[in-house]
């Protein structure tokens, strides 16, 4: 009996751990360790100066940048603003031929989100192959599949890529419901999503693209919370981790940003990575 109460103790502690309070409003968040943070900060356009200055201040080391259908002019005009902030950049391109003219040794990424957007697998595997080809000659950083979500329709269209080539590396989004510890229907857990994750890609590298917490919903203190505990889940497991996004919007559930709308002001969840070097 005693040996038995001792475990039911444990599993209540183990999870109450995982299931944490959300901080006072208000509160200090504590700095938070994380290799390379990123934040999604372009749409098909460049990001002023004084934004890309700020994103680096805050401590964020990645920026995701949006240019597919740009030119190939204005992509290397933004991959050069990028640099000279002394920030990496993720860019997602639309055509694999848009490789052959972008410089070499940077990250990109196959479209956004094909499970959504489209094209279907059929023929978005071609695309994969050939990009692939011409990123292993260019020494360049590819990732693929860009699924919208850890559910059964971003693992099934992972799935029917299969086999990836060699070289390239896997993207994921990951939104839930608001809460941070709720796992997809059908699965036990979030540490299970993760499981079907390898089990699709093996022990190829992934990184997490998109993940965030609408403050609308939440509000902003717990918004910075889920936030950080987002991080905080994948720092061991992904490349990186890639918050959505730099600015609200004006609309409902517009609200994922770190700058409120229309004055660009920091939310809470702008400074949780405060401390990092």
């Known amino acids: 009996m005693v040996r038995l109460l001792s475990l039911a103790i444990l599993l209540l502690t183990a999870c109450r751990s995982f299931n944490p309070a959300a901080p006072t409003p208000g509160a200090e968040f504590d700095p938070l360790v994380h290799t390379k943070p990123c934040i999604q900060a372009g749409f098909r356009a460049g990001v002023p100066k004084s934004d890309l200055d700020q994103i680096k201040d805050l401590g964020f080391k990645v920026v995701r940048m949006d240019v597919q259908g740009m030119d190939t002019a204005s992509i290397r005009r933004i991959i050069n603003e990028v640099h000279d902030a002394n920030l990496e950049g993720l860019y997602i391109i639309y055509e694999p031929a848009q490789l052959r003219e972008l410089p070499e040794g940077l990250m990109y990424e196959l479209r956004n989100e094909p499970d959504l957007e489209g094209p279907p697998p059929a023929d978005y595997r071609p695309?994969?192959?050939?990009?692939?080809?011409?990123?292993?000659?260019?020494?360049?950083?590819?990732?693929?599949?860009?699924?919208?979500?850890?559910?059964?329709?971003?693992?099934?269209y992972l799935k029917a890529l299969l086999p990836f080539p060699d070289n390239v590396k896997v993207s994921v989004h990951r939104y839930g419901d608001g809460t941070f510890e709720?796992?997809?229907?059908?699965?036990?857990?979030?540490?299970?999503e993760v499981k079907w994750l390898r089990d699709v890609i093996g022990q190829r590298s992934f990184a997490v693209t998109e993940f965030g917490y609408p403050s609308d919903d939440l509000g902003e203190a717990k918004q910075a919370y889920r936030t950080q505990q987002e991080f905080e889940f994948w720092n061991s497991k992904a490349d990186f981790t890639c918050l959505y996004q730099l600015n609200d919007g004006p609309l409902k559930n517009e609200t994922f940003g770190i700058r409120r709308y229309p004055d660009k002001s920091l939310k809470p969840n702008a400074h949780i990575l405060k401390g990092i070097t």
């Open 127 to 156: 695309l994969m192959f050939e990009a692939a080809e011409v990123a292993r000659l260019r020494n360049q950083v590819l990732y693929v599949g860009v699924v919208s979500n850890l559910n059964d329709r971003g693992f099934n």
């Open 182 to 192: 709720n796992a997809h229907r059908g699965f036990d857990s979030r540490h299970s």
